[in-house]
């Protein structure tokens, strides 16, 4: 997940409204983990990630790392990785969103879940998978 200098929103935004806070008290997230998170520094006026629920007056916790996210959810993010102020992909300005080799969070790839290489078709041995899964029909 990244956001450049002009991105000023969460990058992960798991919400529900505050009327149902107290009805529905567990995320609505089974598992969230091995995410890269890339935002450039400079003043944000939002966190990096907001997460519902959260028992306070908007239902919602805001966190400026994945790691603040483990922290309070130990059941999430234990894998991932923040960069700050790393150019991830070769040209945006061109729309080549291929990955810059020398990314170090090109490296954090890992291994699809059996469930999932089977919906994609993909070789159960596959080599370490990166990005967002694609739509399956």
Not at 55 to 60: A, S
Not at 63 to 90: C, I, M, R, T
Not at 92 to 116: C, H, K, M, W
């Amino acid at each position: 997940m990244t956001g450049d200098a002009g991105f000023n929103r969460p990058l992960l935004f798991v919400w529900q409204r505050s009327i149902l806070c107290e009805k529905l008290t567990k995320s609505q997230l089974k598992q969230i983990d091995y995410n890269v998170y890339v935002r450039s520094t400079g003043k944000k006026s939002l966190p990096m990630i907001l997460c519902s629920p959260s028992m306070n007056d908007t239902c919602i916790i805001g966190f400026d790392s994945p790691a603040g996210l483990h922290k309070l959810l130990p059941e999430f993010s234990a894998n991932s990785k923040l960069y700050s102020d790393y150019s991830v992909f070769k040209s945006t300005d061109l729309g080549n969103y291929q990955l810059i080799p020398s990314f170090p969070g090109a490296r954090a790839a890992s291994v699809l879940p059996a469930e999932i290489s089977l919906l994609l078709k993909r070789p159960k041995k596959d080599i370490p998978y990166i990005g967002a899964y694609p739509l399956v029909q």
